[in-house]
């Protein structure tokens, strides 16, 4: 047995310090807290997994500003139509 890259006489010292430290009366107790913590890790988990599959497979909504007709062009930052600029005018205002 193998886990995750610890054998059998590294969890067999593990499970003695446990013993020693926390005594015969609190190491189930121990594990069962440690095993209720891994399962709320994993159910967490496969929920956020679950969203993030569904977030992908849903179709971007379409953008806030809408889709310019063919040919205009946006308006500059003084306020005039671009098509102003492709006639060669200039597009700031004169004093």
């Not at 610890?6 to 189930?28: C, H, S, Y």
């Not at 988990?45 to 909504?61: D, G, N, V, W």
């Not at 379409?62 to 098509?83: D, K, M, N, Y």
């Amino acid at each position: 047995m193998n886990f995750f890259g610890i054998g059998l006489p590294e969890l067999a010292v593990i499970a003695a310090i446990g013993l020693l430290v926390f005594g015969p009366k609190r190491l189930p107790e121990l594990g069962k807290t440690l095993g209720r913590t891994l399962k709320g890790f994993q159910s967490a988990s496969q929920e956020f997994e679950k969203e993030f599959r569904s977030a992908i497979t849903t179709e971007p909504e379409p953008s806030a500003s809408p889709a310019l007709p063919e040919g205009s062009a946006p308006a500059t930052a003084s306020g005039e139509v671009g098509s102003a600029m492709a006639s060669g005018e200039s597009a700031t205002p004169m004093a």
